[in-house]
Structure formats: C-alpha cells, structure tokens
C-alpha cells in the first residue's frame, strides 16, 4: 500500500515538472532601438624617437676616449668621444709652413721683376735720348755732305757700336751668360720654357757669344777712348774700323747659331709658337742689320779711306735712322717680354698661394673634428666603437636618440586614408600605461602605398612625453568620427553566411529570419539600415543555430545602448578593423 502511494506521488510531481519545461528554444532578446553610436578608428603602432642619428668620424685618427655609455642621457654640445689629433696637427703645420714659403716666394719674385724692369725701363729712356741724338746728327751729316768725311765716318762707327749693343743684348738675354741675364727666370727661356732637340747647339752658341763678348770689349774699348768723343785720327778711326769688322763677324756668327737653335726647338704651354716666331723674326733683323755695317765696313776698308761719298753718305744715314728706331723698338719687345714673364710668375706663385689657403682651411676644419659632440639632446641608444680603435671618415661611433617627444607610424587602408590629414588630431592609449591617455598630431602622410603591405603610412607626433616612456612601447591610435544615429543593435544578434547579413527576432514565441543591411558597427554594436524595425525582439543568445520558424521561449529581456564615451571603435561595413 505505501510502494503504491510513493509511485503514484512520484507520477504526479513529474507531471508538475513536465508543466514547467519551455516549450521552445531559451533564447535572450533586446528590443531594437534607435540611438548614437560612437564612431571610432583604431590603429596599431609602436612609439618611435621623434628622431635617431648615427654620430660618425670625419677624419682618419685613433679614438682617445669614449666618455659616454649606451643608455646615458646627454645635453646638445656635450662632449662624446676624443680622436688623436696628431696627424691631422702635422698637417695643418706643414701647410702652413709651405703657405709661409710660398709667400716669400711671391715677395722675391715681385721685387726680383721689379728691379729688372726698373733698370730696363731707364736703358730705353737712355737709347730714346741717344737715337733722338743720332737722328739729329744723321739728318745734321745728310745735310752737309762737304763737311769732314771723318766726323762722318765717326758717326758710322757709333752707329755700328749700338748696332752691336743691341744684338748682344738679345743674344744674351736668349742664351743668358752675362749677370745681367743669368738668373733663372731668363736663362729659362731655353732651357725649360723652350725644348730644343739638339741640346749641343744651346751650348754653342753661347760659346761663340763668349767669344763675341772679348772681340765686342776690345772694339768698345778702343771706341770709347779714341772715337766717342772729340777729333779722332785717321790711325784710330781705321782701328776702329778693324776691330769693329771683327765683332760683327762674331756676332753674325753668334746669331747665326741662334737662330739654328730656335728653328730646332719646340714651344711648351708657357712660351708660345707665335713667341717663338717673333724671336726668329727679333734675331733675322739684327742679323740683317749686322750684315748692313758689315757691307760698309768692307766698301771702306776697299776704297782705302775713310772718305764717304756723298751718296754713300745718304743712304748711311738713311741706315743709321733705322738702325736707331729698329733698336728702341727691339729694347721696347724685351721689356713687354719680361713684363709678362713676371705677370706669368706671379699669378702662379699666387695660384700656388691660393690652393695652400684652401688646404689649410680643410685641415683646419678638419683638426675640429678630432672632438666630436652631441648634435641635440637625447639618449644614447647603441655604441659601435671602443678607445683605441682607429676609425676611417664615416666610421660610425655612436648612435644617439632624440626622446624629447616620440613619434608613431602607422599603416592605414584607403578607405580611411581620405580622412586622416596634417594636423589632425588623436587618443593614443600604451598598453603598459592604460589609465594614460595621450594626445598626438599627425606630421606626415606618405604619398605613396607601401607596395608590400599596401598601406599608406602615416606618422603621428606625441603632443607630450612622460620619463616613463620608452622607444618601442605598443600603441593603440582612436581617431574620433561623428555620431551615426539609426536602429542599433549589439553584435552577438549579427549572423553572417556567405556574404549576407541576419538576425532572428522574436515574435509571439516564434523565431523569424530577417536579412539585414549593416551600417558601421563597433566592437559591440552595429547599425541596421534595413530589415529591423525599432521595438522587434532580436535575438542575441540561443541565436546560431535557429532556423526560421522555430519556436523559442525568452527566458531574458536586456536593454543595452552604445557607450556615449566614445570608447567603442567603430569600423567601416567593409571592414571589421584596420589594426
């Protein structure tokens, strides 16, 4: 009797129980309502110095010391590492005793040119008075062709006399054996100025001018003490006559030499070919000249007196007219010669003075280097050298920070890209550093996609920088968007398959499916621009695998709306993120 009452209790409370059970899938709901949801970007990055230089040697030497260690902060200016300065200090003393030579030079070169062409410049103002004279008295003998055929013959002879001058002064100023022509800057002429291809004729030529010189001495010699000045005799004037016979032969002789040499050489960059022609030309005229009193000397010597006729008369002084204009002339070439040869040698020892300058301003400059200094403020983050090392330009010492502000980059797509411009403003938030936000700018947009990752990097600048950050800390990037107002719901009731988007709602018990068209949408809420009306029950739990048509039972109404803080990150409809 008790077996049968426990069953029948037993049968009556599961019939209670039985009651009880949902009748449909438990299923939780929101009503669909309209509101704001935040529109936020979220991008990913890590903080970077605001900017990083390497710190390199500039000039060759050996590291003395490194005073700073990798993580130590420095102030713009400070001291970092020493090089040896040795080297770079012998430099800069030889170049300056070579610029101190090299000035000397310049000084002795002017004031060498200077006194030759001082003394050139009095000799043509002396032969312009002399030839101003012997016109005078070469035109004064043309006209009085009965006076003393004597005197006459005394002015032939002083006119051979300058003939004689003249062209030993060019053969010596060429060949250079007398002091007045032997220092280096004339003697140079053909010895280096002028290459000669038979060297040996050089030499000869000076031998016979040697030669020339004893026979010219011992003719002036006679001609200053006996012909010169007063009445001289017969005897005299035919010794005169002798013995100047002899040195024009000499010097005919001399210039024939010399003009044999010229025609074998060959000009360098500092003499010329037209220089070269116009000292053959210098050297035919003195021989023709030579060969002119020549000719007189013997018509005297054949008549056996020194009586000149009339005619002759003439033409000697015709002769004696050129000669003298022909010599001022040939002294004028030889001072414009030694003219330029001075211009020339000044503006090479000044050339000369200009590239040791150069070279001591660069060993100078580079002498500063040997103490090399921090560029900016910051932190040294990497030490690529040690003391004692010797170090080549280029050679990288150190690496230095700066981390007075720190930047981010970050890659973005192109449908965000648009919006992102200089000067724009966003929250960063650091992992390490929640509770902290920070305020940042951007400062560049790159112009180009990177080909491999296909974003557009933009870079953002920290607007203000703690101690406690760190290069390399991850961040996360909001930028703020406006509002967008509309149906919203949370997340959870979103179901995408193939390419569409669902919800189910509830409606008298029964599960519906409806396709939706999504709008933007956060991490937790997205906006439904069609397919939900405000107030439907959407299904947010007990939702993935329903069908349409299947009974549910509610077992929680929640009623949920997008934060207002704008904490939310809300993506494109394309896009769920752009991390």
């Not at 939780?28 to 990913?44: G, K, R």
């Not at 390497?54 to 003395?64: D, E």
């Not at 023709?288 to 000397?297: D, G, K």
Request: with cysteine.
């Amino acid at each position: 009797m008790k077996r049968i009452l426990l069953i029948t209790v037993s049968i009556l409370a599961l019939s209670g129980c039985a009651k009880e059970k949902p009748t449909g899938v438990p299923v939780v709901v929101i009503p669909a309502a309209e509101a704001s949801l935040p529109q936020n970007l979220l991008l990913t990055g890590t903080l970077e110095p605001y900017r990083i230089s390497p710190i390199a040697s500039r000039i060759n030497g050996r590291i003395l010391s490194i005073l700073v260690d990798e993580g130590e902060r420095v102030d713009a200016g400070a001291l970092l590492v020493s090089l040896d300065p040795l080297v770079e200090s012998v430099a800069v003393y030889g170049i300056q005793g070579n610029l101190a030579q090299a000035r000397n030079n310049l000084e002795a070169i002017d004031a060498l040119y200077r006194e030759r062409i001082e003394s050139s410049m009095q000799q043509l103002q002396t032969l312009r008075e002399t030839t101003t004279k012997q016109v005078a008295v070469s035109e004064t003998q043309y006209g009085t062709g009965e006076r003393d055929l004597a005197r006459q013959s005394q002015a032939t002879l002083t006119q051979i006399a300058i003939t004689l001058e003249g062209a030993y002064d060019t053969a010596d100023m060429l060949l250079g054996i007398s002091e007045k022509y032997k220092d280096p800057g004339m003697r140079n002429l053909l010895d280096q100025h002028i290459g000669v291809f038979a060297p040996t004729t050089v030499e000869d030529a000076r031998n016979k001018l040697f030669d020339t010189t004893t026979s010219l001495k011992a003719f002036r010699t006679h001609f200053d003490a006996n012909i010169l000045d007063g009445e001289a005799s017969a005897a005299a004037l035919s010794k005169s006559l002798s013995l100047a016979e002899t040195s024009l032969n000499d010097m005919k002789s001399t210039l024939e030499k010399i003009h044999i040499v010229l025609s074998s050489s060959v000009t360098s960059p500092s003499f010329s070919d037209s220089k070269l022609s116009e000292w053959k030309e210098k050297i035919f005229t003195q021989g023709n000249m030579i060969e002119t009193s020549l000719a007189a000397v013997r018509t005297q010597k054949s008549r056996g007196s020194l009586a000149t006729p009339v005619d002759v008369l003439e033409k000697s002084s015709d002769l004696a007219t050129a000669q003298a204009y022909a010599q001022v002339e040939q002294t004028e070439f030889a001072l414009d010669v030694l003219k330029k040869e001075r211009d020339a040698k000044l503006a090479e020892a000044q050339a000369m003075i200009t590239r040791l300058q150069a070279e001591a301003g660069i060993s100078a400059a580079q002498l500063s280097q040997t103490s090399i200094k921090a560029p900016f403020s910051g932190i040294i983050v990497q030490k690529h050298a040690e003391e004692g090392e010797v170090v080549h330009p280029g050679a990288p010492l150190l690496t230095i920070a700066d981390d007075h502000a720190f930047t981010i980059t970050i890659g973005v797509s192109d449908a965000h890209v648009g919006s992102l411009i200089l000067g724009r403003e966003a929250q960063v938030t650091i992992d390490s550093l929640p509770d902290k936000p920070f305020k940042a700018t951007i400062t560049k947009v790159a112009s180009s996609a990177d080909p491999v990752s296909k974003k557009i990097y933009v870079k953002l600048t920290l607007a203000e920088t703690e101690e406690i950050l760190k290069s390399g800390m991850f961040a996360r990037v909001i930028f703020a968007f406006a509002e967008s107002e509309g149906v919203i719901v949370p997340m959870s009731a979103l179901i995408s398959r193939y390419g569409k988007h669902m919800i189910f709602v509830e409606q008298d018990g029964i599960a519906l499916q409806r396709f939706v068209e999504i709008g933007t949408h956060s991490d937790q809420f997205v906006s439904i621009t069609s397919g939900v009306d405000v107030g439907e029950n959407v299904i947010v739990k007990g939702n993935l695998y329903l069908r349409d048509g299947d009974s549910v039972s509610i077992i929680e109404t929640k009623e949920e709306e997008p934060e207002k803080s704008g904490s939310g990150t809300l993506h494109s409809p394309q896009t769920l993120t752009d991390v």
